[in-house]
């Protein structure tokens, strides 16, 4: 959902003030502009000041609590799943990373910079995943909020076991490491 929607908290949230990131919590009976509602998070507007709210406590907003999306099940019948199918679910789970100010995900944003997928040493089936990403803002107090998202989507696929998500600030990002895609959805072409 990329619309708007007023609803009413149904019981007190926690939630990320948009942009300094900082944690607070929205009261049961307040009213709530749901703004966009992508990759499991909502932006909520509340009093005149915009929210995050992760799915977890997607209820308060009178909403189904969704589990993350479950990785292609291994080909092969339990044999280990390919590099390739790993790296693939990799970047699927970030593409499901959302900025909360902006209707486009991480990867079209161009805030990730670097993925390595590695096998962890002693540990059969068991990959490490080291991302460096950025924020369209140095300033951006979303950064840990979106570091976190990253990580827990991650870690929630079969055969990822470490992750390690690193905030870069050099080369700053600009419009231009937008995909056309995100481009055109943003109406900058």
């Known amino acids: 959902m990329n619309g708007s929607e007023t609803v009413t908290l149904t019981r007190d949230c926690e939630a990320a003030v948009v942009p300094v990131g900082t944690k607070v919590t929205l009261l049961a009976g307040e009213s709530a502009y749901i703004t966009q509602s992508l990759g499991g998070a909502f932006t909520v507007v509340v009093n005149g000041n915009m929210f995050r709210i992760e799915a977890k406590d997607a209820d308060a907003l009178g909403k189904e609590v ?3 999306s479950a990785p292609a099940a291994p080909v ?31 990867v079209d944003l161009g805030l990730v910079y670097d993925c390595q997928i590695s096998p962890i040493p002693g540990v059969p089936d068991s990959h490490r995943v ?15 909020v979106l570091q976190q998202d990253v ?9 990822i076991d470490d992750v390690n998500v690193e905030l870069v600030w050099e080369p700053q990002w600009n419009q231009g490491m937008l995909t056309e895609g995100a481009k055109l959805q943003l109406g900058l072409l």
């Open 76 to 106: 092969g019948g339990g044999a280990p799943i390919s590099k390739e199918a790993l790296e693939k679910e990799v970047w699927n789970q970030m593409r499901s990373c959302y900025d909360p100010e902006i209707p486009v995900n991480i």
């Open 66 to 68: 969704v589990k993350p």
């Open 130 to 144: 080291d991302v460096k990403m950025t924020l369209t803002a140095p300033g951006c107090g979303m950064g840990p």
């Open 151 to 159: 990580q827990n989507k991650l870690l929630s696929l079969e055969g």
